[in-house]
């Protein structure tokens, strides 16, 4: 059973940053990508960006260029999506996802982290 | 916005069929790239339903086929159980948004 572990939820200010860490299996992490995808309350899923943790490739969509940064710590099997300048519309449940390239599909997702935004 | 077309919400009496329909454009299905779908039950993450167009993962019942033409792909829900209602998304690439994955903004299906 592949399993993807989520950190907890946080509660954070506007401009402030967040990480969010997920910890997969040793196989995951050596032959798929991790992608990340977030789900603001009532509304549908959107793709924000994918590692790979073999080589650190990263790539993202467009409109989160320069706030979102995806790192990795192969050591312990652990993938990190750092998002910044946090607005109150970055307000959601992020998932850690796996994948294999650009285009199949996400197989397995985490159970989802809450972030929410608020002063 | 979102990238693929879906109807909001679809319905059917138990038993029914059910179809759901992802409308893309030439930068994403209609330039030749698959769909996936994905099924969210109230409160859980989305779980992989239909690959690749059509095929099935493991577990997933045969009620459950998807199919792909042109620039458009569809969800079929046959024998509809109160245990299909969720929200139903469509994924594809586009090779217009640097590498990007792209999602329909999902279907609710309802149990009458």
């Known amino acids: 059973q592949v399993q993807l572990v989520q950190s907890g939820a946080e509660v954070k200010r506007p401009g402030a940053s967040v990480k969010v860490s997920c910890k997969a299996s040793t196989d995951t992490f050596r032959t798929y990508d991790i992608n990340w995808v977030r789900q603001a309350s009532g509304q549908g899923l959107e793709w924000m960006g994918w590692?790979?943790?073999?080589?650190?490739?990263?790539g993202h969509a467009r409109h989160l260029q320069g706030r979102v940064t995806l790192t990795r710590n192969t050591s312990i099997s652990t993938a990190y999506m750092e998002l910044s300048s946090l607005r109150f519309e970055d307000t959601a449940v992020y998932f850690c996802?796996?994948?294999?390239?650009?285009?199949?599909?996400?197989?397995?997702w985490g159970q989802g982290t809450l972030i929410t935004v608020s002063s | 916005q979102t990238v693929l077309t879906q109807p909001p919400s679809v319905s059917g009496a138990p038993g029914q069929r059910v179809t759901i329909s992802c409308t893309g454009s030439s930068s994403n299905i209609g330039a030749g790239y698959d769909v996936h779908w994905y099924q969210q039950l109230p409160g859980t993450a989305p779980k992989l339903l239909i690959y690749t167009n059509s095929n099935r993962p493991s577990g997933v019942p045969d009620r459950f086929s998807g199919s792909k033409s042109g620039a458009s792909a569809s969800l079929a829900i046959t024998g509809l159980q109160a245990g299909d209602e969720a929200d139903y998304y469509c994924q594809s690439y586009d090779d217009r948004l640097s590498g990007s994955r792209v999602f329909g903004g999902g279907t609710k299906v309802t149990v009458l």
């Open positions: 590692m790979s943790p073999r080589s650190g490739n990263t």
């Open positions: 996802v796996r994948g294999k390239g650009f285009l199949q599909p996400f197989d397995s």
